[in-house]
């Protein structure tokens, strides 16, 4: 699988695509949102599905989608989710 990275850069940092989860059942799940439009009302409802099916849901913004996440949220976000969903939506 190729992964492309959208910044500006000449040339992209090297990455490592993460292993996947082999299920989300019993999982901690970041859902951020970047604050655009709507973005809000599919994260919602996607808290909703993934309750339901028993996966513990954590909650993050950025303060605007203009610009990368502060460092603290990258942080609590690593430390604190085996996973992660970014909302974007407009």
Same mark, same amino acid.
């Given at each position: 699988?190729?992964? /492309?990275? $959208?910044? =500006?850069?000449?040339?992209? $940092? %090297?990455r &490592?695509?993460?292993? &996947?989860l082999?299920?989300?059942?019993? &999982? !901690?799940?970041?859902?951020l =949102?970047?604050?655009? $439009? &709507?973005?809000?009302?599919? /994260?919602?409802?996607?808290? %909703? /599905? /993934?309750?339901?099916?028993? *996966?513990?849901?954590?909650?993050?913004?950025? #303060?605007?989608? +203009?610009?990368? +996440? #502060?460092?603290? *949220?990258v +942080?609590? *976000? +690593?430390?604190?989710? %085996?996973?992660? !969903?970014?909302?974007?939506?407009?």
């Amino acid at each position: 699988m190729e992964l /492309l990275d $959208p910044t =500006n850069e000449l040339r992209p $940092p %090297e990455r &490592r695509q993460a292993e &996947r989860l082999e299920s989300l059942q019993g &999982r !901690v799940v970041g859902l951020l =949102n970047i604050s655009k $439009p &709507r973005g809000d009302v599919f /994260l919602d409802r996607l808290a %909703e /599905l /993934l309750h339901e099916r028993g *996966v513990k849901v954590r909650r993050y913004a950025k #303060p605007t989608h +203009a610009k990368p +996440a #502060p460092a603290a *949220v990258v +942080a609590a *976000v +690593a430390d604190e989710c %085996e996973a992660v !969903v970014e909302a974007l939506a407009d």
